[in-house]
């Protein structure tokens, strides 16, 4: 459940900052599949990938994280 969260949240992000899945899994040092399983809720994201993942999407970790409701609830506002 918690890797579902972060997926999604991941994904959503990654949209919102217009990267496609192939060209963020390359920024990330990843493969497609790994990153497609982590936004499938699959995988849980290493706490490293989460790192780096909220440094490449200029957010911080605490926008990054899932909230406690589950809702997905993101602002549009800081550009990459």
Known sequence: MEAEKWGRRIRAFRKLKG???ESFAKELGVSVS???EIERGNRMPTEHLILQTAFLLNVSIEEL???EDG???IQPGRGR
């Open 19 to 21: 990267f496609t899945q």
């Open 34 to 36: 790994i990153l497609g």
């Open 65 to 67: 994280a899932p909230s």
């Open 71 to 73: 809702n997905i609830n």
